[in-house]
Each structure stands twice: as structure tokens, then as C-alpha cells.
């Protein structure tokens, strides 16, 4: 299962923010955490929910299935480029797409909707029931052919 820590750090490689010889501050991997959390909690209040939980602490697990922990990587690497430019193009198309794509299906599988109820149809189809009575098939046929007439 992933951690926050690993989400970071995945995230910030794609934007080349840390590397083996160049890891992140610690004001980055901060910063990178709580956008996480943000980020996770939106998707919540947007009524998407993949298992995914607020992380108390960086090193938290996540038990989340590994289409969700790679839309989290890509969409918090998106997140965080304009905070990390190292004066190059950080942000690639194929990262942009990766990011679209996998938040679009995690959305498409786990966004909870509502199915309305069926609405009725105030008129019924002729033959099933429904009764409509005009002038000439009243029970007082034609004018009343079979009263008096009065004075």
C-alpha cells in the first residue's frame, strides 16, 4: 500500500523537484503533503470517494487501489510544478494528459450520483384504462332523447 511520503516524492520526480541526488527540502515535501490532503479532500467534498482518508502524518498508508495512487501522482505533481520551476518546462503535455486521464476514470468509477426517481406520465396510453367521455357517449344520449321534454 502507499504511503503519503511515496505519493510525494513519485509526484515531485515527475516534475524533476527531487531526485536520488538532489532530494526535496523539507519546506517542499511539507507543502507537497498538505496539497495532497487538499487535494484528496476535494475530491471528497466532490462526492468522488476511492477509499482514499486525510493523512494525519506523511508516512500514513493509503489503502487505495493503484489507478487511484497514480491519478494522485500525476494531479499532485500538476499541482505542484508552478511552486517548483527549476527554470525549465516542468509541466509536459504527456504529464498534463496522464494527469486528465486518470482523474477522468477514477471520477467515472467512483463519483457517487443519484438515480432520480421514474416520473409518471399524467396521461395513459388509449386502451390501458383510461376512460374519456365526450358529449355523445354520455349515458344521456343525444340531448337526453329518452326525457320529457318540459314545458
Do not use: C, W
Not at 520526480?13 to 503533503?33: C, G, R, V, W
Request: charged share 20%; glycine share 6%; proline share 5%.
Amino acid at each position: 500500500m502507499p504511503t503519503g511520503t511515496k505519493i510525494i516524492e513519485r509526484a515531485l520526480k515527475q516534475i524533476s523537484a527531487s531526485s536520488p541526488m538532489n532530494p526535496a527540502h523539507p519546506e517542499t515535501l511539507q507543502d507537497a503533503f498538505e496539497t495532497l490532503n487538499s487535494f484528496m479532500d476535494d475530491l471528497l467534498d466532490g462526492g468522488i470517494n476511492f477509499g482514499q482518508v486525510i493523512l494525519a502524518a506523511p508516512d500514513d498508508e493509503l489503502n487505495i487501489v493503484l489507478a487511484a495512487e497514480n491519478m494522485l501522482i500525476y494531479n499532485l505533481a500538476v499541482l505542484m510544478a508552478p511552486e517548483n520551476n527549476t527554470g525549465r518546462e516542468v509541466l509536459t503535455t504527456n504529464l498534463m494528459k496522464r494527469a486528465v486521464d486518470t482523474l477522468g476514470t477514477i471520477t467515472r468509477r467512483y463519483k457517487k450520483f443519484t438515480i432520480l426517481p421514474y416520473k409518471v406520465s399524467s396521461t395513459a396510453v388509449l386502451g390501458s384504462g383510461n376512460q374519456q367521455r365526450s358529449f355523445f357517449d354520455s349515458e344521456d344520449n343525444f340531448f337526453g332523447q329518452d326525457r320529457e321534454l318540459g314545458n
